[in-house]
Every structure is written in C-alpha cells, then in structure tokens.
C-alpha cells in the first residue's frame, strides 16, 4: 500500500489522482475536512469524484507524533507531500517546525516501519548556490550557509537534510526539486495565489526568470523516480525558465483579462515591500511579499 502525506494539497491531490488511475491502493492522510474538501473539488473538476472512494483517510498532522502511530502500518512506499509555503518572516517557527520536525518525524516512522522507500518532495528552493565562476545550478551545487535564502527555503532544506539521515539509517530516498509548479485548483495558496491575483487585475509584471513546471509533469516524475531503483537521486524538476513578465501575459492570455502593462522596477518592488509589511502591522494579516521574494521577481537564475 502507498502512503500519501499532504493528501489535500497541489501536489498531493493530483498525485491521488493519477495514483488512482493506476489503480493503486492508497492511504492518504488529511489535517480536517476543509482540506479534505479541497480534494473532492479537484477531483470533480476532473470528473473523478468517485475514485475517491478508494483511498483510505485517516486524519493525522506530521507534526503531531501520536496521530501518525497507526499511519504507516502495512505501508510499503511513502510520497511526502506535506509541506508549508509561507514567505511572512513571521512564519519562520511554524515553517521550520511544520517542514523540518514534520519531515524528521515521516523519516523516523519510515525507518521503523521498515519502508520500502519514500519520496519527498522539496523545492529548488532547497538548491545549492552559484560559485563565482558557475552560471548553471544543478542537483550537485552546494548550498552556502553564509548566502541569504528564505525562511522557507532553509527549511526545505533542512527537511532534505533530514531525508538524508535517514538514507544514512538504511532508509531508500529518492527526492525531487520542482520550480513553481503550474496546475489547476488550490488559487488560494501557494503558486495559485498568481491566478487569482492576475484573474483579479494584476497590472503590473517584472523581467526576472525562472523555472516553471506543470503539475502533471511533477506527478509523473515522482511515480518514475519511486519506480527506479537508484537510492539517494535527486531531481530537479522543471519544464523551462521563463520571465515572469512571459509567464503572467500568458496567464492573462489563457483567463482572456487584461494584460499586466506596468513594468514593476526594483525600486517600486522595494516600496511595495516597505507598503505590504505596513499593512500586514495594520491590519493584522500576513506580509504578502518578503525581501527574498521582492529580491527573486528580478533575479534570472537557470
């Protein structure tokens, strides 16, 4: 049987799916029923709801040890999907406790349930840095704990390191580092957050680049990279670096609104970031935009 962490997410909804399909046995675990209701939406906007039927939910957060004691019993594989994306610096605790403890304690129950193998999925985010004469990051770049990463990237990250451990404790891996993953469902989080906002009216664009990469491209990778029988492969996962300035016109294009038409200069990103952090004191909410992310809207990085 499989066990899917992060069942109700981007990821982890369409790999139920196609899991599914495949006719797979599957577990998958939920943290409450507005996430779960997530899924169900996902899988009617395929017209697959009744595939559904066939997983087998049990409610549990990575976090919370006692609600994972009887997870990973009869579990043969494990995809680790479970994640959180925040840029707010005010989520650096529940980042590095969701994803870096959440992650150790699926490595320590894969370990003494004697997993088959598990895959998890990081982020590019998680990536080494250029030296100075490199213009190229790869699966082997080394990553410098004296450069500036996000919150967020350090703690994917540090749940890599943690999947490393366990390899090092005899546990199979394989891990996969997608680029901003592209897909349907799930506008209110993560990189959906960018659909919304363009189908919304977002007038503005910047010139910096990176990679981008359909959902389905992702699911199919992970199913062929637990498939393989390599232990402790990492995969960069993405299809093509594009400019933001490309990708949110096609956008724009494909939901037929108006086109951004501001070019955002890195000054006028540098004061809607002094503007958001404002706001965010104001009114209580969470900071939109951070300086790493301020920073990479105008990096070009391949």
């Not at 962490?5 to 943290?31: F, M, P, W």
């Not at 919150?151 to 546990?171: C, F, P, T």
Request: aromatic share 10%.
């Amino acid at each position: 049987m499989i066990l899917v962490t992060g069942a109700t997410g981007l990821v982890g909804s369409h790999l139920l799916l196609h899991l599914l399909e495949d006719n797979q046995k599957v577990r998958a675990i939920y943290r409450n029923d507005t996430a779960l209701e997530k899924t169900k939406s996902l899988f009617q906007s395929y017209n697959k709801v009744s595939l559904l039927d066939a997983v087998e939910w049990i409610q549990a957060d990575i976090t919370d040890v006692p609600s994972l004691e009887n997870v990973f019993i009869n579990i043969d594989y494990v995809y680790h999907c479970a994640a959180l994306i925040s840029f707010d610096p005010k989520d650096e605790k529940i980042l590095r406790k969701t994803n870096i403890e959440g992650t150790a304690n699926v490595v320590n129950f894969c370990l003494d349930y004697k997993i088959k193998k598990l895959c998890y999925v990081s982020s590019v985010a998680a990536l080494g840095d250029l030296k100075e004469f490199e213009n190229t990051i790869t699966e082997a770049s080394e990553w410098n704990p004296e450069a500036s990463h996000s919150d967020y990237a350090i703690s994917k990250y540090g749940a890599e390191m943690e999947v490393w451990r366990g390899q090092q404790e005899g546990l199979v891996v394989t891990v996969i580092n997608p680029g901003v993953i592209l897909g349907i469902g799930f506008w209110d989080s993560g990189s959906g957050q960018l659909f919304t906002q363009i189908a919304n009216g977002l007038p503005f664009f910047t010139k910096g680049t990176t990679g981008f990469v359909c959902i389905n491209d992702v699911v199919k990778c992970m199913i062929l990279s637990m498939k393989n029988q390599m232990n402790g492969a990492r995969f960069i996962v993405v299809a093509e670096n594009i400019s933001y300035e490309e990708m949110v016109k096609m956008i724009a294009l494909a939901l037929k609104v108006k086109l951004p038409n501001i070019y955002a200069k890195p000054w006028m990103t540098l004061i809607y970031l002094r503007i958001d952090a404002m706001l965010a004191f104001v009114l209580g909410r969470k900071r939109l935009m951070s300086k790493s992310v301020a920073r990479s809207l105008h990096q070009k990085t391949a």
